[in-house]
């Protein structure tokens, strides 16, 4: 009996400790749930908007450099190995490295920006939704060994549908 007294004292103890309430007010609680601290509900959290030209670089006491809004958006960007950049552009089926100029200037000390400007239009109609790879090696660019890179195109903002059909047959070549 006294086994079954403290089993269901533990049971009450144990879903009482487990139970959330999401009132602002806690509602009265009698008897042993009286003696229990209320559980918050789970926590909201809010993610502030973070500007890139609040976040400095680490190991520097400099700002992060801007994204150039006026440059083309690129798909997205990578270093492979720490001596190749990689940038997927936006194409229609006919870009090429090209069709691009490429600035690099020295940010700090040895950090550098890279900005692509395309100087020849895509004028093909193929569809190709992750675009084409444009690989750069840091000695052409004239980016030492050890360098880092900070692309200055802005991201393309699109949304992939991962559910259309063309979609999931790229995803699995």
């Given at each position: 009996?006294?086994?079954?007294?403290?089993?269901?004292?533990?049971?009450a103890?144990?879903?009482?400790?487990?139970s959330?309430t999401a009132?602002?007010?806690p509602?009265?609680?009698?008897?042993?749930?009286?003696?229990?601290p209320?559980m918050?509900?789970?926590p909201v959290i809010h993610m502030?908007?973070v500007?890139?030209?609040?976040?400095?670089?680490?190991?520097?006491?400099?700002?992060?450099p801007?994204?150039?809004?006026?440059?083309?958006?690129?798909?997205?960007?990578?270093?492979?190995?720490d001596d190749?950049?990689?940038?997927?552009?936006?194409?229609q089926g006919?870009?090429?490295r090209?069709?691009f100029?490429?600035?690099?200037?020295q940010?700090d000390r040895?950090?550098?920006?890279v900005?692509?400007?395309?100087?020849?239009p895509?004028r093909?109609?193929?569809?190709?939704?992750?675009?084409?790879?444009?690989?750069?090696g840091?000695e052409?660019?004239?980016?030492?060994a050890?360098?880092?890179?900070?692309?200055?195109?802005p991201?393309?903002?699109?949304?992939?549908?991962?559910?259309e059909p063309?979609?999931?047959?790229?995803?699995q070549r």
């Amino acid at each position: 009996m006294r086994k079954f007294v403290l089993a269901a004292l533990g049971a009450a103890l144990g879903c009482a400790a487990c139970s959330t309430t999401a009132d602002p007010e806690p509602v009265a609680r009698a008897g042993l749930m009286a003696s229990l601290p209320a559980m918050p509900s789970l926590p909201v959290i809010h993610m502030p908007q973070v500007n890139l030209a609040d976040v400095s670089l680490p190991g520097t006491r400099r700002q992060a450099p801007q994204v150039d809004p006026d440059l083309e958006p690129v798909v997205y960007w990578r270093v492979i190995d720490d001596d190749i950049l990689v940038v997927h552009a936006d194409t229609q089926g006919c870009t090429s490295r090209a069709d691009f100029t490429i600035d690099v200037e020295q940010y700090d000390r040895d950090i550098y920006t890279v900005s692509l400007t395309r100087h020849q239009p895509d004028r093909c109609v193929r569809e190709l939704p992750w675009g084409v790879q444009l690989g750069f090696g840091f000695e052409e660019l004239g980016v030492p060994a050890g360098g880092r890179v900070i692309v200055l195109n802005p991201l393309d903002q699109r949304a992939w549908d991962w559910n259309e059909p063309a979609r999931q047959d790229l995803a699995q070549r």
